[in-house]
């Protein structure tokens, strides 16, 4: 069974601070997209990443798709209040064909 | 272009009963996913159906279906619900299946009592 592990599970930071959250496998992924999910409302898509090594920029968010396709790394600069959700993960199994998700990153920006 | 659409966004059932949550995916669209999401567990994948064929299937019990339309609509029915089904269930179309962009709608949120 593919699984994709998230951490933290729960981060709470001061607006103004960096934050970093990792998606870790021991399974290959043909690609990896990242989902912010805000209450009430489903995931939307970020970035999706699709070459080992790759290093997407949105504004303050950095992502970044390990060389071996198995992890992968959110980075947020400077977060700001609006950055408040759950961050989520996913990779495409290249073997199923499905998409696997991470277990989620709640994310609280205090002002 | 109207995005994803999920009815009822809110159901209140009692164990034993049985649900059906309905998805409109965006036009175009062919593939559409089901999840189920609760704070325990996370989102886990129930089924995908593409041009009406369910094309891959998550680990839930059979009391867990859904089907498809000709216009890609698709169904999700529980059974015999139990408690442990309560939980938002959302719905994502995509163009080309599970390893392209998912398109979530707000999801139904589910409570058995």
């Known amino acids: 069974t593919q699984l994709l592990e998230q951490s933290p599970q729960f981060l709470s930071i001061q607006e103004g601070e960096n934050l970093t959250v990792y998606c870790n496998s021991s399974?290959?992924?043909?690609?990896l997209q990242w989902y912010r999910q805000e209450p009430g409302e489903g995931p939307v898509l970020l970035v999706t990443?699709?070459?080992?090594?790759e290093v997407k920029k949105l504004k303050r968010l950095t992502f970044q798709f390990g060389d071996a396709r198995k992890d992968s790394s959110l980075h947020i600069t400077a977060a700001q209040t609006g950055d408040t959700g759950l961050y989520l993960c996913?990779?495409?199994?290249?073997?199923?064909?499905?998409?696997?998700f991470g277990q989620g990153t709640t994310l609280q920006v205090k002002p | 272009k109207a995005g994803v659409t999920q009815t009822p966004r809110y159901l209140i059932k009692t164990r034993g009963q049985q649900v059906t949550l309905s998805c409109s995916p965006i036009?175009?669209?062919?593939?559409v996913s089901w999840y189920q999401q609760t704070p325990g567990q996370g989102l886990q994948f129930l089924f995908e159906?593409?041009?009406?064929?369910?094309?891959n299937k998550g680990n839930f019990p059979g009391r867990f279906s859904g089907r498809q339309f000709s216009n890609s609509r698709s169904e999700m029915n529980v059974s015999t619900l139990e408690l442990g089904d309560s939980a938002l269930y959302l719905c994502?179309?995509?163009?080309?299946?599970?390893?392209?962009?998912?398109?979530f709608g707000a999801g139904t949120r589910l409570s058995v009592l």
């Open positions: 159906y593409f041009s009406e064929t369910q094309r």
């Open positions: 399974s290959v992924f043909s690609s």
């Open positions: 994502a179309s995509s163009l080309n299946g599970q390893g392209s962009i998912q398109y």
């Open positions: 990443v699709v070459t080992g090594g």
């Open positions: 996913a990779g495409a199994s290249s073997n199923t064909g499905k998409l696997i």
């Open positions: 036009s175009g669209h062919r593939s």
